[in-house]
């Protein structure tokens, strides 16, 4: 898949949350060292990256979850009336959904 800049920073962001994350770790069956071989495999100023099949369904459920956290990102910027950086986030999240489905 291609990333812009952007995307990459959000998925390394999230990533790195993973590998802080001993139990979230665990549940999806990885170790510390794969979970980090996970996040270091991103391309850090985008590009073509490829998921390797074992972290298929880690980077999807990872990237839908944050797909949600921005959509209460979003909401919460439309009700300060922060209406371009709702609208912002509401874009990456609808971004994020369809790359990571």
Do not use: C
Not at 11 to 22: A, E, N, Q, R
Not at 58 to 85: C, S, W
Request: glycine fraction near 4%; charge should be negative; avoid cysteine.
């Amino acid at each position: 898949m291609k990333l812009t800049k952007n995307d990459a920073e959000e998925v390394i962001h999230k990533l790195s949350v993973l590998t802080d994350s001993p139990d979230l770790i665990e549940d999806y069956g990885l170790t510390q060292e794969r979970a980090d071989a996970l996040r270091d495999s991103v391309p850090r100023n985008g590009g073509e990256w490829t998921i390797a099949t074992e972290f298929v369904d880690v980077v999807r459920g990872e990237m839908q979850d944050h797909a949600l956290v921005l959509r209460h990102m979003a909401y919460d910027a439309r009700h300060d009336r922060e209406f371009g950086q709702a609208l912002r986030l509401n874009k990456l999240a609808t971004r994020f959904e369809n790359i990571f489905r």
